[in-house]
Structure formats: structure tokens, C-alpha cells
């Protein structure tokens, strides 16, 4: 691949922010979501301060929570499997839709999903709030399903999680499970598992189930206990909660957030092929630092606004058309749009509703995941 070595960029930005130069490619000209740098596949990092510590990750975001800053990224919007991370994306989606107290019986299907699990079996046992601590802290496949079931079932589940990504304007995430498991077309990207991250903090019942470190949870005789998977729970001052994820395909990923004081960073990192813990820390230790003293390499922008009912009788291009054309079959991870998919879109919706979805999308690149 080569030596990579640093180069400026914009005359705007050359005296705060270097680029991890990478080999020329053609690329289209939609500009990313976030800014322009975070289009870049090495490392964008401000200049001024020291740079942040070295990761294997191949993809990473350090972002504050509060001002949305982008303090520095690699490969912001590789596409890449998300593994578990994922599972941030379902409780953000379910938390506000289902009765926590409403009581569960999983079916057989939910509690034979392969992959991690919390050990569900086929008894009215558990609460939705069992259920929501069973994903965020145990990681449970099983959970995730019997979550989907209890939401009217796996389809209307998956099209309600893709729904909030576009909403979030994370349009890295195609989203083929509630749990993770890797599945063709499924993808995300450290920028989007940032945005979902920084929304979910924003909900309360969100942030306690990430920031529990163990929970009793049902049995057909008792009570046993359960722990996070969150190993900084433990060990790193001020964190809030996150979520990891691995599958031997994705490798090890994590999304999560620490604070102190009255500031809030944001870590999100993708596929890393050993133990990533310590190289978060340093990452959240470096963002804390950073945070007020650099220009920002991007921002994580905000939600899109709700958009007002059409009259059915409008012969214009509806929200429901923009949502399916939204919603067509995604590209296969870490590969951006095709041409072919943006001229979909294009066909689909009118003039200046067209171009502001095309206006939000990152740039299109070609890569291979291995």
C-alpha cells in the first residue's frame, strides 16, 4: 500500500488540518455528509496540537457530543458490517415504540438465534425492559429477535431501523438484522455509528441501559445476573456507555461516549482485528484534549426535520415515495452508491427534493473489505 505521509489541504484549512495522503482515485462529486474531509480514506486530523494516538483500526471518528465537532477521522464513511454495534441502531428505534413493562413470550425462532445470546427460552418470563438490558448489555441475538416480534415482526422492525438512519442522516447503514449478525447488504460506517450514538444519548432510557454494568435478569426459576460487554465501564473515568461488536467477518467494532466535566466525546471505531479497548481510551483521552483548542475536520450534523403530511390528493413525489426510494436495496459494505442507484433516486423524486438527497450523500467510493 505504501508509506502514507502528510500533505495540506484547502488553502481555508491548510494551517489547522493535515491529511494522511492516500492513492489517487476517481471519485463522483457528490460531497459527504459531515464535509469534505471526511470523505478522505486516511487519517484527518488537526495540526497545532499532538496528533491522536495510533489505532488498527481501519476506520475511526472522534467527535464532541455537545458542539456535533468532528475533532478528527479516518476513513469517516468507509462502509464496512457493523457486528453488534448494530444493536444501538435497534434500541434507538424500539425504546420510544414498545411498553417496557409489557411482558414477552419468545418464540422459538428468537431464542435459537446463533451468535451471542442471553438465553431466552419459549416462556412468557420477561419483561421489554429485560429484553432492551439482555441487548445493550449481553449483546443478545436472541433478544434482539424476540424484540423484533414483539414490534409486529422482523420486516416492519427493519424498515422502522433504516427509517431512523435516514432520519439521522446516516446513510452509510443499511440495516438486514436488529442484532448484527452479518448479512449481505448490511453496512454502517464509524461516522453513522457516531451519529446513533450521539442520538441515543439524548434518550434517556437509552443512556441507562449503556451505562448499566449488571442487571438481574429472569429465569423459569429465579434470577441471574448478566454484565456489559463494555469493558471501559469499568476502567475508564467518566464513561457513559457504548456498544462493541464482533463477528469474524466484521471484526472487532465499537461505538460509545465518556464524560467529564460538561463535555461529551464521542469514539466510534470499525474494523479492528485485536483487542481495541485501550486504544479507545486513548482516543477519548486525546478527543477531551483536543476538544476547544482545534478547528473541527467535519461535524456531525443534526437530525432531518419532521416533515409535514401531504394532502393524499398532491400530485407531487410524497414523503412515503421518498422513503421507499430511501429504502431501495442497499450497496454491499464498504462500496458506495452506484450511478445507477443515484439515478433511481433522481427519477423518483422532483427537482429540489431530488438533489437535497443527493446533496447529503457522501462521495461515491470504490473499495474491497478484505
Known sequence: ????????????????????????????????VGGELLGERGLVAPTGVKPPPKSKARSYVVADAETGQVLAAKDAHGRFLPASTLKSLTALTLIPQLDRDKRVKPSREACNQEGSAVGLVPKPLYRVHDLF????????NDAAMALAETNGGLAPTLEQMNATARKLQAYDTVAKTPSGLDKPGQSSSAYDLALI?????????????????????????????????????????????GKNGWTSKAHGSFAGAARRGNHTIIVAIMRHEGGFWDEVAGLLDWGFAARGRVTPVGRLVDPLPDRPAQPA?????????????????????DRG??????GLIGAG??????????????RTRTRTTS
Open 1 to 32: 500500500m505504501g508509506t502514507k505521509h502528510l500533505v495540506p489541504v484547502t488553502a481555508l484549512l491548510a494551517s489547522a488540518v493535515l491529511v494522511s495522503a492516500q492513492p489517487a482515485q476517481a471519485r463522483a462529486t457528490v460531497p459527504p
Open 133 to 140: 438490558r439482555a441487548l445493550m448489555l449481553s449483546s443478545g
Open 197 to 241: 450514538t450521539r442520538a441515543g444519548l439524548k434518550n434517556a432510557e437509552f443512556r441507562r441501559y449503556v451505562a448499566t454494568k449488571t442487571a438481574k435478569f429472569p429465569a423459569p426459576k429465579g434470577y441471574y445476573e448478566i454484565s456489559n460487554h463494555n469493558k471501559l465501564l469499568w476502567k475508564y473515568q467518566g464513561m457513559v456507555g
Open 313 to 333: 390528493t398532491t400530485p407531487q413525489a410524497t414523503p412515503a415515495a421518498a422513503d421507499a426510494a430511501a429504502s431501495a436495496p442497499g450497496p454491499t459494505p
Open 337 to 342: 452508491p452506484g450511478l445507477a442507484t443515484l
Open 349 to 362: 423524486l422532483l427537482g429540489g427534493t431530488a438533489w437535497l438527497v443527493l446533496g447529503l450523500r457522501r
